[in-house]
Structures are given as structure tokens and as C-alpha cells.
């Protein structure tokens, strides 16, 4: 065995875990079955905020360490992808959310000046908006500079892995429904659509957690990223262009110029769906341990640091 850890899965969720074991001084190396750019993580909006994931107490205490490690990276946006920008959940107020709202710092009701017509009430908040191409980049590059190497191979079970090191951590997603096998991971399939900026600054986001159409308007460095769905159950990647007009006649709503705003890209990606994320260790048959860091739903972004840092302690890191 020439590594301390093999990692599975090269999203945010795998890079965040690999990197914590290697700043502590493990050999790691990641197994990815797609590049970066092909992973769930690259076709994210990229916003901060906890999002159809459970379980709540535990989400909430990651989502704050994550919040922590993203507010500094954005000290450096251009290197890490990582910005602090101001904006607005429509349709909620303060008791709607878990206790770590109490500790977001800054987050207050809108006043009735800031919200959209059509919206009685909201939340602002200066939150990190990730611009996800840069950020998985970055990622890669901090997990080589400690010493983590990525290789593009795919793993027929976790038992193989587990010949090639100690310690495997199953970051795998979506993947793990067949990996493990869990048949409680699904998908919950999200449709975006990217137009140019037309002068917006801010982002908004007004998405029930139940329902499979949602709304959100984030600006990112390349254009805006308007969306969405949040389908259960559907595994098509191919964009649909009628969800594509609805999408961006719901964010027009908010922001008129978006009508006209012409369209960069669209995209389609299949979130981990979970009753609850799975983060625990089990021994395999042949010695090794793994740790599962898995199901985290529309939030892998907002969790992927406080995930991290406990999956490395669960792999005795």
C-alpha cells in the first residue's frame, strides 16, 4: 500500500475530505470516475445556504464550519472562486430556520424596500457565492500542493479499494446507490439556465424545500444562473426547453431585464438525494476501514468543509 487514503469521488464533497486528511499528513489519493468538470458540483449554482439536506441539527454545525473556511477563501476570489455577496430569501423569516440561523452573522428580515414585488417578506444576508469551475480548480490545486494526487478511474466495489489502502472515505454521491449499494440514494434533478448579467448584483432565492420548481437568481463571474427544479426521482440529463423558458420567466418576475438576457448555457445535474446525509464508519471484511460521506442533497457546497473535518476524524485523522 503506497497511500493512508484512497478518497472516492472527485466532487466537493471528495476534494474538501482529501484535502483534510492530507494538511494533517496522509498520503491520499483521489479516485474519481469523472474529471471535475463532469461531477454534480460543477453544474451547482454555487450559493450558501442549507437546502433540502438532513438531518437538521448536524447540518446546521456544518454548514457553519463550512461558512467559516468559505468566508476566508473569499479573502482571495479570484484564486479560490469564493465571494461574499448580499442577497435575499424571499418568503421566509428568521423562525422558519434551524438554530444556526442565530449564528449567521448579519442576517436580518428585509426591509419591504429590498424585496421583489410580489414578496411581503424575506431574509438578507451577505453569504459566499461560489463560481464552481474556479473553486473545484482551486481545490485541486491546494489537495497537490499537500501532497494529494487525482487519477480519473473508476471503482467496481468499495473491497477493491480497500486493498489499495488503510482508509477509504465513499464520497461518491449519487454513485453510492450502486457502490455501497443504498437504494435510499435518488436523484433530485436540478435544471439551470445561464444568461448574461444583465446589471444585477445580488442574488435572490425564493425555493420550498418540498416543491420541484424553484427560483433563484445568482451572480457568478461568467453570467447569471437562474434556475430551477428540484425533480425526485428523475435521472434525464438533458436540458428541457420548455422547464428552460419557465425558469427564466419566473426569475423575470423578480428581475425584468432577465427576459431579454441572452442565454450562455443550460444545465442539468442529478443531486444525491437522501432521507438523511451518511456520515459514519464501518470496517470492511478485509481489515480496512471506510467511511461513508454521502446524500447531501441540494447543500454539498454549504456542508463540504464541516463534512470533511468529520469524516477525517471518523478515518482517525
Given at each position: 500500500?503506497?497511500?493512508?487514503?484512497?478518497?472516492?469521488?472527485?466532487?466537493?464533497?471528495?476534494?474538501?475530505?482529501?484535502?483534510?486528511?492530507a494538511e494533517s499528513g496522509?498520503?491520499?489519493?483521489?479516485?474519481?470516475?469523472?474529471?471535475?468538470?463532469?461531477?454534480?458540483?460543477?453544474?451547482?449554482?454555487?450559493?450558501?445556504?442549507?437546502?433540502?439536506?438532513?438531518?437538521?441539527?448536524?447540518?446546521?454545525?456544518?454548514?457553519?464550519?463550512?461558512?467559516?473556511?468559505?468566508?476566508e477563501l473569499a479573502a482571495a476570489p479570484d484564486e479560490t472562486g469564493v465571494r461574499?455577496?448580499?442577497?435575499?430569501?424571499?418568503?421566509?423569516?428568521?423562525?422558519?430556520?434551524?438554530?444556526?440561523?442565530?449564528?449567521?452573522?448579519?442576517?436580518?428580515?428585509s426591509k419591504a424596500e429590498e424585496l421583489p414585488r410580489g414578496y411581503e417578506r424575506g431574509l438578507r444576508a451577505r453569504v459566499p457565492v461560489i463560481d464552481m469551475g474556479s473553486h473545484l480548480a482551486y481545490l485541486r490545486r491546494r489537495l497537490e500542493a499537500a501532497g494529494g494526487t487525482v487519477a480519473?478511474?473508476?471503482?467496481?466495489?468499495?473491497a477493491d479499494a480497500g486493498r489499495a489502502a488503510p482508509t477509504i472515505v465513499n464520497c461518491t454521491g449519487l454513485g453510492a446507490r450502486d457502490l455501497v449499494p443504498d437504494p435510499g440514494v435518488h436523484p433530485v434533478q436540478g435544471q439551470i439556465v445561464v444568461v448574461e448579467n444583465p446589471g444585477i448584483a445580488e442574488w435572490f432565492v425564493a425555493a420550498d424545500h418540498s416543491a420541484s420548481d424553484t427560483m433563484y437568481v445568482l451572480p457568478q463571474p461568467y453570467g447569471v444562473v437562474l434556475g430551477g427544479t428540484a425533480r425526485e426521482d428523475v435521472w434525464d440529463r438533458e436540458p428541457d426547453p420548455a422547464t428552460a423558458a419557465a425558469i427564466v420567466a419566473r426569475c423575470a418576475r423578480v428581475h425584468p431585464g432577465l427576459a431579454e438576457a441572452r442565454v450562455v448555457e443550460h444545465?442539468?445535474?442529478?443531486?444525491?438525494?437522501?432521507?438523511q446525509v451518511r456520515l459514519e464508519a464501518e470496517e470492511l471484511p478485509g481489515g480496512s476501514r471506510v467511511v461513508h460521506n454521502y446524500g447531501h442533497g441540494g447543500a454539498g457546497i454549504t456542508v463540504s468543509w464541516g463534512c470533511a473535518r468529520e469524516a477525517a476524524r471518523l478515518a482517525g485523522g
Open positions: 500500500m503506497t497511500s493512508d487514503a484512497i478518497v472516492i469521488g472527485g466532487g466537493v464533497i471528495g476534494l474538501t475530505t482529501a484535502i483534510v486528511l496522509r498520503r491520499v489519493e483521489v479516485w474519481s470516475r469523472d474529471a471535475a468538470a463532469d461531477t454534480t458540483s460543477a453544474v451547482a449554482g454555487g450559493l450558501w445556504w442549507p437546502y433540502r439536506i438532513e438531518p437538521e441539527e448536524a447540518v446546521g454545525v456544518w454548514s457553519l464550519r463550512s461558512l467559516e473556511v468559505q468566508s461574499l455577496v448580499d442577497g435575499v430569501q424571499g418568503g421566509l423569516d428568521v423562525a422558519e430556520l434551524g438554530p444556526w440561523a442565530r449564528e449567521l452573522r448579519g442576517l436580518r428580515p480519473v478511474r473508476a471503482v467496481s466495489s468499495l444545465r442539468v445535474g442529478l443531486r444525491p438525494g437522501r432521507s
